[in-house]
């Protein structure tokens, strides 16, 4: 079976995410000569996106005269960054110890079944991300998820599928 090339080469444009570079271009212009401010240039651009695009990294090098792969190194050293796209709210689902022996794999499988996604992924309307994460610090609340920095305790599967759900 043989691919038309020119097919393959308008899907793929189809496919890539068009981005603004207006917020960028301002970004960039914030740390003009500014020699060791990749980390804070990098914040700057992830809280303008929502993540790192690798378009908007590759810009950025250019522009600054960083090297990508100093970018990326950074990008990746620091968990702070995230290079894939990620869902609006945030939900983060303890399965620490106590929140493991409380039923936060109940919780978690309930999330994922209600909204098609795989823990450390996004919704495929990039709605929700889902991150497991192994203490939140709220033991005595257990089992705990963290939902757009709100806490929320003794979760059960269906009622916070259902608090999930009207979510805005």
Known sequence: ??????????????????????????????????????IPILQKIQEAYGYLPKEILAFTSKKTGIPISQLYGVATFYSQFHLQRRGRHLIRVCDGTACHVKGSIKNIDA?????????????????YTLEIVYCVGSCGLAPVAVVDDQVYAHVKPDSFVRQLKRLE
Request: no cysteine.
């Open 111 to 127: 999330i994922e079944s209600a909204f098609n996604i795989k823990a450390g992924g996004s919704s495929p309307d990039y709605k």
């Open 1 to 38: 079976m043989s691919v038309n090339p020119s097919i393959a080469a308008e899907e793929q444009v189809t496919t890539e995410e068009v981005f603004d570079l207006q917020p960028l271009e301002k970004i960039l212009d914030e740390f003009i000569n500014q020699k060791g401010a990749v």
